[in-house]
């Protein structure tokens, strides 16, 4: 296992202002997060925008890319046709696990069921996969579910945010039984009331996720995903935090 940081965790900066500061602090992998941002790396915008979307990519090459947590606005046809672009993209980035959100509560299993399986069958003409993430407010956020949407569409795996599990609906139930389809993490602080809180003053057991991943073999990423907190200095914040994975790895 090793440690990464997501470009969310400083949203003010763009590329490659945001790899220049995360290599200041000593991180030497990023996971990098496409949003309707107005850059290239924007879902809408990656596909008649390619061939710089594949160079600002790779301008973090001081800094390894291990997953791109994609964020995509758009709905029916639109959506298979930016996600298959970014599927493209991870094959010529040498990018191989996207994430994305599962579908919101209430979206009936055989619709979702169908959804994923398109979308993990668009990645893999690409050599690239997919992995669902914990979510409140999403199917995801269910660890049973989880399970159940794993089992029945071959190839889909989990990006674990233990977070969502932590404060979410479900904070009982075991994820002991979904850890086998882990295919990234991300991580951060929080209690069981507040998603995030700073680093040590949180409920998220670290070593006993790790010993989870451990028991599986698991030995990709552990991508921080902390927001800004307004009344602490984000970069110590984060550079804390990679003492503190490093130390427990």
């Known amino acids: 296992m090793y440690v990464a940081v997501s470009t969310d965790c400083l949203p003010e900066l763009e590329m490659p202002e945001v790899v220049e500061a995360f290599v200041d602090l000593e991180f030497t992998t990023v996971e990098l997060a ?7 790396l924007a879902p809408s915008r990656i596909d008649e925008n390619f061939d710089k979307a594949i160079a600002l990519a ?5 800094l390894e890319v291990c997953s791109y947590d994609v964020h995509i606005d ?3 046809e639109e959506f ?24 919101v509560l209430g979206t009936p299993f055989n619709e979702e069921v169908e959804r994923l399986q ?20 999403r199917l995801s956020e269910d660890p049973e579910t989880v399970k159940v949407l794993c089992d029945n569409v071959k190839g889909l795996g989990l990006t674990l945010d233990p977070s969502h599990y932590l404060c979410g609906p479900n904070p009982n139930k075991s994820i002991d039984k979904i850890m086998e389809y882990v295919f990234h993490v991300h991580l951060r602080d929080s209690k069981k009331d507040q998603l995030q809180v700073r680093l040590g003053q949180g409920e998220v057991d670290f070593g006993r996720i790790l010993t989870l991943l451990s ?26 935090f990679r003492l503190l994975l490093e130390t427990l790895i």
């Open 118 to 137: 398109r979308l993990v069958e668009l990645a893999e003409t690409e050599g690239v996969r997919v992995a669902m993430k914990s979510q409140i407010g």
């Open 74 to 76: 758009a709905t029916g």
């Open 34 to 40: 496409l949003r309707e941002n107005g850059s290239v």
């Open 58 to 62: 790779r301008r973090s090459h001081r």
């Open 215 to 240: 028991r599986i073999g698991y030995n990709q990423a552990l991508s921080i995903q902390a927001a800004p907190m307004q009344e602490f200095d984000q970069r110590s914040e984060l550079r804390k």
């Open 80 to 103: 298979y046709e930016q996600f298959s672009a970014i599927c493209r993209l991870g094959k010529a980035t040498k990018v191989v696990t996207l994430t994305i959100p599962s579908g």
